[in-house]
């Protein structure tokens, strides 16, 4: 478990303004997710194959590397970043 102490001269308690970005960063990565799934959509249909099925073959190289097929593996990675981090947001807790 890793921990956080923040200090601040001003005398304005931290804990609201800290909650603030990390829901407003959380929010980010949220709509970065829904638009990566929206993508990986497109290509699922385009291709007729799930991205896990897709991320499979090409990692055993079973398919011919494209631009599209890079495209496409690229945006699962960035979809599993952008989830990591989200999950990292939400199990943030405060101590009291």
Same mark, same amino acid.
């Given at each position: 478990m890793a921990e956080l102490t923040l200090v601040s001269p001003s005398q304005h308690p931290l804990q609201p303004l800290v909650e603030g +970005? $990390? #829901?407003? +960063?959380l929010r980010l990565l949220e709509a970065g997710i829904r638009r990566s /799934?929206? &993508? $990986? #959509? /497109?290509f699922e249909a385009r291709y007729g194959l799930s991205t896990t099925d897709f991320v499979q073959r090409y990692e055993n190289d079973e398919l011919e590397e494209t631009l599209e097929f890079a495209e496409w593996i690229g945006e699962s990675r $960035? =979809? #599993?970043r952008l989830q990591e981090k989200a999950d990292v $947001? =939400? +199990?943030? &807790?405060? +101590?009291?």
């Open positions: +970005a $990390l #829901q407003n +960063a /799934e929206q &993508r $990986l #959509q /497109e $960035l =979809r #599993q $947001l =939400r +199990a943030i &807790r405060f +101590a009291d």
